[in-house]
């Protein structure tokens, strides 16, 4: 990504984190952006969200992100409007890294339960007689 690129993003990342966490949070959860992809052209930006809601189902949130992402365009095309030419389209996506982290992490935790200790390992004998 070109510096311009990155520079848009950051934007974005933090406008549409504000935007979500105003209009679109539920009480008891947090909406976290947590990357922001934009294409080369910047007409589309890749938006990764993180869901966390403790006790709930958090598909019906990704929903209505979903079904509202022109009213979410539209509210970050009123603050960043003065910065870009075109308003980029916007693409948003469950991001799961906290979800693959705990697996790898259930993973080594049975595989140290699993091996057993190497404290006696056994070393062959030299039958030099």
Do not use: C, W
């Not at 992809?37 to 006790?55: E, N, Q």
């Not at 996506?93 to 595989?111: A, G, H, M, W």
């Amino acid at each position: 990504m070109g510096i311009r690129t990155e520079k848009l993003a950051s934007v974005i990342k933090k406008d549409i984190g504000e935007i979500l966490q105003r209009h679109y949070q539920p009480p008891g959860t947090f909406i976290t952006v947590t990357q922001v992809r934009m294409t080369d052209d910047l007409s589309i930006a890749k938006i990764y969200l993180s869901v966390f809601s403790p006790g709930r189902d958090d598909k019906p949130i990704y929903s209505q992100i979903d079904d509202h992402q022109s009213e979410i365009r539209f509210l970050l095309a009123s603050k960043i409007k003065n910065q870009v030419r075109r308003i980029p389209e916007l693409l948003f996506f469950q991001d799961n890294t906290s979800e693959y982290v705990n697996r790898i992490e259930e993973l080594f935790s049975k595989v140290r339960t699993e091996t057993p200790p190497d404290d006696k390992k056994k070393t062959p004998k030299n039958n030099d007689d």
